[in-house]
């Protein structure tokens, strides 16, 4: 089964962390991407771009018609996401658990119902 | 590995031959992990030259021959070179003889023991009994289980890894753990049945080609092992679920309970198969689970209608069950058979008690059988209840849409 985890955050945050913590707060997340990576179980983990740049994309008169988000407004919003496919939801919770801020930061933990895979 | 068109029966040829002849060569030059990867080599090489030059006469000959360069290749680490010089000669080389009437079958069997080593998690046992065993290649096994092709490679080398780390031995099981590294194997095999029959999450409820190759598998382990009775009821207990496929999803592609299954459309040759062999095992008096459950599932299919199910049966079944393979999965089950022999009062009290166990307390299965047995008590509120909260549940969508179509056909209005 597949599982999506995500965490959360805003500009505020991620500003009040010291700039010579990032590199080891790196580190830790690349390590813990690897790991999962290397047992199969990490399909792909993604890093979303700042608030600033999400849009709101309606289709008018069958052309797309872009505003900025709402999301500025909004205390926290979806920073990363990673796509996991593990045996079961135990593990799921267990690597969730794994990740290095989990201490701190609770993880959103979602089962995937169904997908349309590009490449099959 | 699929054969080109024109030529169909040559990916079934290759399959069939590919645990053989990584047998071979595992028993001949040891390092299960290079030989695999040498064997898939030799497998996709006659894929893009067979079906021109057509079948060898000895295609194992053949196939042992060029994964033997392949892995020679490897291990003197000239593989490009060398595959350029020889992607030529290969065709036109002189076929070495195969080996002779030797322990092929015993090395199948130890190959499909060190696949589903303990060693290794469920989905690695799976995916290398695929690839090693199956002759599927990574690309099919990540299709079938829609992952990257990259995650299924990196999952079978690992698998790999571990068995290497674990420092098995290329040897079937002994005496005193036999038992239970084969109750491994049989729980493998099941694994990819059921992955085929009610995929646990996506859109389409069965993907056949994952079940399929559960049961030649499963067939070609009973070959082997005629002797085991819990082989043989895996096999039946295969048969007589696959013989349902075609009446379980409607022409949209809905999930069709069984109480509404067209009964003409079960495949009765398959019924038939199954029902022979569950009968040919149980009189011998060393059930287990599997056979079991084969019996339950036997007595479904011989059933001609829902109402003509012999329930008092199934509810001595289950019970039996519940002694040999304990779970809160049978326990459902039996719940549902109490209900049918005594009363949806008696089932919904087991129910009950079963709410308070924690590995079915927020299971869309408890929800949904609970479901079922107030709609048979007459409780439509509750029993509408229970099915929406079963379809917020379930990760498979065809599941999903039955259980709100069920709710919806009870016209209860939203609360």
Redesign the interface.
């Known amino acids: 089964?597949?599982y999506l985890l995500m965490i959360y955050g805003n500009r505020e945050k991620w500003e009040s962390m010291p700039p010579d913590a990032w590199p080891d707060a790196i580190a830790r997340q690349e390590a813990f991407n690897a790991k999962y990576?290397?047992?199969?179980e990490?399909?792909?983990s993604y890093g979303l771009a700042d608030a600033a740049r999400a849009k709101l994309v309606r289709r008018q008169n069958g052309l797309p018609a872009v505003t900025d988000g709402p999301y500025l407004e909004t205390k926290e919003y979806l920073a990363s996401f990673w796509l996991l496919?593990?045996?079961s939801e135990e593990r799921a919770q267990q690597i969730a658990a794994d990740m290095p801020f989990a201490d701190a930061e609770p993880v959103e933990l979602w089962?995937?119902?169904?997908?349309?895979?590009a490449?099959? | 590995v699929t054969g080109a068109p024109g030529a169909p029966d040559i990916g079934e040829l290759l399959r069939e031959l590919a645990p053989q002849v990584l047998g071979a060569l595992v028993r001949r030059y040891g390092e299960f992990g290079a030989c695999e990867d040498a064997v898939q080599e030799a497998m996709l090489e006659a894929v893009a030259s067979w079906p021109a030059s057509g079948v060898p006469e000895s295609p194992k000959g053949w196939l042992v021959t060029v994964a033997s360069r392949r892995l020679i290749d490897e291990v003197r680490g000239e593989h490009a070179r060398r595959r350029r010089e020889q992607d030529h000669a290969v065709a036109s080389a002189p076929l070495e003889q195969p080996p002779g009437p030797g322990p092929d079958h015993d090395d199948s069997l130890t190959l499909l023991f060190l696949c589903c080593h303990p060693a290794l998690?469920?989905?690695?046992q799976v995916?290398l009994t695929l690839r090693a065993v199956g002759g599927l290649s990574t690309a099919q096994i990540a299709?079938a289980?829609?992952?990257?092709e990259a995650?299924?490679a990196?999952?079978?080398s690992?698998a790999k890894q571990a068995i290497a780390a674990s420092g098995a031995r290329f040897e079937l099981p002994g005496p005193a753990e036999r038992p239970e590294r084969l109750r491994i194997v049989l729980h493998v095999l099941y694994l990819i049945f059921n992955e085929g029959y009610a995929a646990?999450?996506?859109?389409g409820l069965t993907a056949p080609e994952l079940s399929g190759e559960a049961i030649r598998l499963t067939r070609w382990l009973h070959r082997l092992l005629p002797q085991d009775p819990e082989i043989t009821g895996l096999l039946a207990l295969m048969l007589l679920t696959e013989a349902r496929r075609a009446a379980r999803t409607g022409p949209d592609g809905s999930l069709v309970a069984l109480d509404q299954q067209d009964r003409g459309a079960w495949d009765h040759a398959l019924i038939a198969e199954g029902v022979a062999l569950i009968s040919s095992v149980l009189p011998l008096g060393e059930v287990g689970p599997y056979q079991v459950q084969a019996a339950i599932a036997a007595v479904h299919d011989e059933a001609p209608a829902m109402a003509a199910t012999d329930w008092p049966q199934i509810l001595a079944l289950y019970e039996l069950l519940e002694q040999l393979a304990p779970g809160p999965m049978v326990s459902l089950n039996r719940a549902v058979a109490v209900a049918m022999v005594a009363g949806p009062d008696a089932g919904l009290d087991l129910l009950a008690a079963l709410e308070s166990d924690r590995r079915l307390a927020g299971h869309h299965r408890l929800h949904a059988t609970k479901a079922h047995l107030l709609e048979m008590a007459g409780d439509a509120t509750g029993a509408v209840a229970s099915y929406r909260e079963a379809a917020r549940r379930t990760?498979s969508?065809p599941e999903?849409r039955y259980l709100l179509a069920r709710a919806a056909r009870l016209g209860v209005r939203e609360p």
């Not at chain 1, 990576?37 to 199969?40: D, F, I, M």
């Not at chain 2, 998690?121 to 690695?124: D, E, K, M, R």
């Not at chain 2, 646990?200 to 859109?203: F, L, R, S």
């Open positions: 089964v597949k990576r290397e047992t199969g990490l399909l792909g496919d593990c045996e089962p995937v119902l169904h997908e349309s895979a490449d099959q | 998690s469920g989905p690695s995916a299709a289980f829609l992952v990257p995650t299924m990196q999952r079978i690992r646990t999450a996506g859109a990760t969508v999903r």
